[in-house]
């Protein structure tokens, strides 16, 4: 985040809290989903943002009683997104500090877990809004899920639900 925002009021904040349940799929695993959820998001006026959150999500097999959970907490900020004319695209830079993942058992031991420092960079097309690329540009970890290219997630998953 830019140094101005630091000490900077915000022009806009937001800060919610929920809860919900549903049933969906992950991983193409049928699953009953528990979600606890607190954010407060703030815009600031050079086009900056912070947000600090935590979510905690349980996902139960209905078919056997196997549930993970996962979570995160920590804080996530960005500049304004990067706009270059002449390549015709816009990239959004966010860093996730803290722990952007934690997968467990709902009962027991840590599955996979990313915690420290990452920032992303995501481009898109400037006319379109189509998506372009993503590359980890800051990398200070561990974050094995990041540097599996996002693999893990459904391995572990299956795994730990049936």
Request: with cysteine; proline share 6%; aromatic share 10%.
């Amino acid at each position: 985040m830019p140094a101005g925002a630091l000490g900077a009021k915000p022009v806009e904040q937001f800060h919610d809290h929920f809860t919900d349940s549903f049933s969906d799929e992950i991983c193409g695993i049928p699953v009953d989903i528990d979600i606890v959820v607190t954010d407060n998001f703030f815009v600031y006026a050079d086009g900056s943002f912070k947000d600090t959150s935590s979510f905690m999500t349980t996902f139960t097999n209905p078919l056997n009683g196997k549930s993970i959970v996962i979570s995160s907490a920590g804080q996530i900020t960005g500049p304004a997104p990067l706009i270059d004319e002449e390549a015709g695209t816009f990239t959004f830079l966010t860093s996730f500090i803290g722990l952007p993942e934690k997968i467990q058992t709902a009962k027991g031991p840590v599955l996979l877990r990313d915690a420290g420092i990452i920032t992303f960079a995501d481009t898109f097309d400037l006319e379109t809004g189509e998506f372009i690329s993503s590359e980890i540009t800051v990398n200070k970890g561990p974050h094995p899920e990041a540097d599996s290219d996002f693999t893990l997630f459904c391995e572990v998953i299956s795994g730990a639900l049936t």
